[in-house]
């Protein structure tokens, strides 16, 4: 069936050090992807979003890529901090309000 | 504006009992989605409400699991005779009409003893 997988389970990173987090998905008619993060006992944070008529978008130390043609997704993050320690989850739907469909997430661990 | 609120936060029950789980969306959001996550797992759908109406419950178990969004109140996920492999997290999360993005609450973790 369709699915949104990761790359890499687990990621570890020198502070200061910029992050790639990726994602594969496979259901070809999504054209919302949303990054989360999750911390320990906690729900998952909104990061940030993009659509599908877009290739990139920045937010605040992060950067979403969608390659539509590979059908990849990656999560950058500039000048990791300690508090960026979490794990992240890609998350992709459909024509809004359904519902959305979670890869298994990449714990990043950021070394002081 | 507060966000998405769920309680409890911690249920113990045991094995045969029953567990209520609550939800109140984000003020101005209709739309209410519950998911579950194992440990070191990624979150799975289980349903999806508007009020007074159940409109996706294709990720639900078909015995046991209920749930509902009344005209009043919080949203419910009800399961009913738990069993062990029903511990886990339950993450509600809502949005506006016509939205693409959902926002979680803190989730409620279930363990049946």
Not at chain 1, 10 to 32: F, H, M, P, R, W
Not at chain 2, 80 to 104: L, M, N, T, W
Request: charged letters at 20%; proline letters at 5%.
């Amino acid at each position: 069936g369709e699915s949104v997988g990761l790359h890499l389970p687990t990621l570890s990173v020198q502070e200061g050090d910029n992050s790639i987090i990726n994602c594969a998905y496979s259901n070809s008619a999504s054209d919302y992807f949303i990054w989360y993060k999750q911390e320990s006992g906690k729900g998952p944070q909104f990061i940030i979003d993009i659509r599908s008529n877009m290739d990139k978008r920045q937010g605040q130390r992060v950067t979403v890529l969608l390659n539509k043609t590979v059908k990849h997704l990656s999560l950058q993050i500039a000048a990791t901090q300690p508090g960026d320690s979490a794990v992240y989850f890609c998350a992709e739907n459909h024509s809004g309000n359904t519902p959305l469909v979670f890869g298994k997430g990449t714990r990043l661990s950021v070394i002081a | 504006n507060a966000g998405v609120m769920q309680n409890p936060r911690h249920l113990v029950r045991r094995r045969g009992q029953e567990a209520r789980l609550r939800c109140s969306p984000m003020k101005g959001h209709s739309h209410v989605y519950w998911y579950r996550q194992l440990p070191e797992e990624g979150l799975k759908f289980m349903v999806y409400l508007q009020k007074e109406n159940i409109i996706d419950e294709s990720g639900m178990p078909k015995e046991r699991f209920s749930a509902e969004f009344p005209k009043e109140g919080p949203s419910i996920l009800r399961i009913q005779q738990v069993v062990r492999g029903d511990s886990a997290a339950y993450f509600c999360a809502s949005s506006p009409d016509r939205a693409y993005e959902q926002y979680f609450g803190p989730g409620t973790r279930l363990t049946v003893t």
